[in-house]
């Protein structure tokens, strides 16, 4: 030990480590490619494997390379140090690094009373596995040398305490909030200048330790997080910490926060760097570690998972894996994240065919997805909603939205609407809406391909309001322009029918009435209107025109009543309904079997002229007998 009672430390001189020791060195050793001056005495008495390297030389002034040195120049600094009985500090952020040195050199307590490597495990499990930000320091620190950490288990016992800690009242065990940095007594209360102040740390809130673990290497932060999953941590708190950890490193997708709270916390001990990380491997890494959980919130943060994997280039299986688990809660999505744009080489400005094969996932998902269990977590998601209408109204305001792009083909805009099945559409005004918007943008479409988009819309299920613009609508072919106006004089006939049969059925005596066949046939209840009706009596809320005569309109029905009383006796209830209309000044709309002729099938005026003809008597009679409405 004549070399080691002489050391005062050591100095640098070019590239080359030298040892203040007033002895000439005896041994070179060599850690990436920097040369380190030493004495072999004070080195093997402590390291096995420098003992093992004198053994098998014979040379005296003996130089050797140590291969993959662990931790680097630094650790060996620390480890040469500790062998000459310098001083040398262990703390959180070299630990790791020390521990694998202290292995590799084998400095075990054969070799050497409270050698290096009890050491080091000593100060880990005493000091680092007991204190949260401890285990995170030590965790990011272990990158460099995460092989043989791994085969001493030092992640392993890392990610455990984590886990364990993280399930626990963070005022237990010591280091909690990052926010109050040293500011906090053992037993989790605040202090000030030393002095426990009775102030308790706020630890209901689940998400305190995102921003910790964001700092850690992709690799550990999967690890980590299925580690929690194993303990059994909520999956709605895990996917808090998964979408955290994204929106850090994929820019992309902060603008789809969908209302979270999006906290910014400051780290107010680490002083940490953020890790580097690999987008495409972040976003694999990601899919993976999501569960099969349904939310708004979840499915706004897919949406703008898969936009940023299409702008990056990911695995096939990576995508096709986000649309399936979109599709599967598609009922929850927003209009806004479903609008992805092409990143690709293409005219058209929105990735329709990716919304269709969302579509494709939705119908064929057998089994729905279950939401996650706390309602705070989405609290506009309504469990009771029906999904398949849900999508359908979505659909069709996207399909809105994307008409208006020139490059959109036809059979695009066909695909996507039926790729619904029928049922999921009460109504068709949303579908009209939207061939509106594509004719109008596509003036230079044929007649024919117009009538083939405008054949996916069931005009029986369109409302009063949307007939009557479809009536009047020029770019509409004129055949469904006249499918329109038959419709719509069903619709106004249907509803003149149901008026008329509400009043009868009020003026009849209790029990059941019968209706006669031809009219029944007539009465074709959809569309709400004689549930309107029936809940406005004396129909105040659809005659807009009368609103001013509320009392001459109360003396009309009075008439209306009696004169069905009348119609109800004499048992003449096919004559009825003209004999009420006369009396109340409204002029019913002619049926098929009334002897006028169609003024489309009529010789002389060319078709056009005919349609305008048909349009300006329609729509006074649709005024008419809107006034009874």
């Known amino acids: 030990m004549a070399p080691a009672g002489k050391v005062t430390g050591f100095h640098k001189e070019g590239n080359d480590w030298f ?283 897919l949406l703008g998972l898969l936009r940023v994997a299409l702008i990056l280039g990911v695995s096939q299986m990576c995508k096709d894996s986000l649309e399936r688990r979109i599709g599967m809660q598609l009922e929850v999505a927003t209009l806004d994240s479903l609008l992805i744009p092409v990143y690709s080489d293409s005219d058209t400005l929105y990735d329709v065919d990716c919304v269709e094969r969302i579509i494709h996932h939705f119908m064929s998902s057998e089994s729905r997805i279950t939401s996650f269990s706390p309602p705070s977590l989405d609290p506009e998601t309504s469990p009771a909603s029906e999904p398949l209408r849900k999508v359908a109204k979505l659909i069709d305001n996207y399909i809105a939205e994307v008409a208006s792009d020139v490059n959109l083909k036809p059979r695009k805009i066909r695909f996507l609407a039926e790729a619904l099945p029928e049922s999921s559409r009460p109504l068709h005004d949303g579908l009209y809406r939207a061939l509106d918007i594509y004719f109008k943008a596509h003036p230079w479409l044929s007649e024919k391909e117009k009538e083939e988009l405008c054949n996916i819309i069931d005009y029986q299920k369109l409302s009063i309001d949307a007939c009557a613009h479809a009536s009047q609508n020029a770019r509409l072919p004129l055949r469904v322009v006249l499918q329109v106006l038959f419709f719509e004089q069903m619709q106004l006939r249907t509803a003149l029918a149901g008026c008329l049969n509400v009043l009868d059925t009020e003026s009849a005596p209790a029990g059941p009435m019968t209706v006669p066949s031809e009219m029944a046939g007539q009465i074709v209840q959809r569309d709400g209107w004689i549930t309107v009706v029936r809940e406005n009596q004396v129909l105040k809320g659809d005659m807009e025109s009368m609103r001013s005569r509320v009392g001459e309109l109360e003396e009309e029905f009075n008439k209306i009543k009696q004169e069905m009383k009348k119609v109800t006796k004499s048992h003449s209830s096919l004559s009825s309904p003209r004999l009420v209309a006369r009396k109340i000044g409204c002029k019913l709309i002619p049926r098929s079997t009334d002897a006028q002729p169609d003024p489309v099938d009529s010789a002389g005026p060319t078709p056009r002229a005919s349609i305008e003809q048909a349009r300006r008597s329609h729509h006074s009679r649709h005024r008419k007998s809107f006034s009874l409405f």
Not at 39 to 47: E, M, N, Y
Not at 224 to 237: A, S, V, Y
């Open 19 to 301: 040892c203040n020791a007033g002895l000439p060195s005896d041994i070179t050793v060599v850690v990436d490619g920097i040369k380190f001056h030493l004495h072999k005495f004070p080195l093997v008495s402590k390291c096995g494997k420098i003992a093992r390297i004198c053994e098998e030389s014979s040379e005296k002034a003996l130089v050797t390379v140590l291969e993959e040195f662990p931790g680097g120049l630094d650790t060996f600094l620390i480890a040469v140090k500790f062998c000459y009985g310098l001083r040398m500090e262990l703390t959180p952020r070299n630990i790791v690094m020390v521990y694998c040195a202290a292995d590799y050199l084998q400095m075990m307590d054969e070799f050497g009373e409270d050698n290096l490597l009890s050491k080091s495990e000593n100060f880990f499990h005493k000091n680092v596995l007991h204190n949260w930000k401890d285990c995170i320091l030590a965790l990011q620190s272990s990158d460099p040398v995460i092989a043989r950490a791994e085969k001493l288990q030092i992640i392993r016992k890392c990610l455990s305490a984590l886990s364990m800690m993280v399930c626990t009242d963070p005022s237990l065990f010591g280091w909690p909030m990052m926010m109050y940095g040293s500011l906090q007594s053992p037993g989790g209360s605040i202090l000030w200048n030393g002095i426990n102040t009775g102030a308790r740390i706020r630890s209901a809130e689940s998400d305190w330790w995102f921003e910790d673990i964001s700092y850690l290497s992709v690799g550990l932060f999967e690890r980590l997080i299925n580690t929690m999953e194993t303990r059994g941590i909520r999956p709605e708190i895990l996917v808090g910490a998964i979408m955290y950890y994204g929106r850090k490193y994929l820019p992309g997708l902060g603008r789809w926060k969908s209302g979270q709270s999006g906290k910014t916390r400051t780290v107010a001990s680490f002083s940490l760097t953020p890790a580097v990380v690999d987008q495409k491997v972040l976003i694999e890494t990601i899919e993976k570690l999501l569960p099969e959980k349904k939310g708004k919130s979840f499915c706004c943060f």
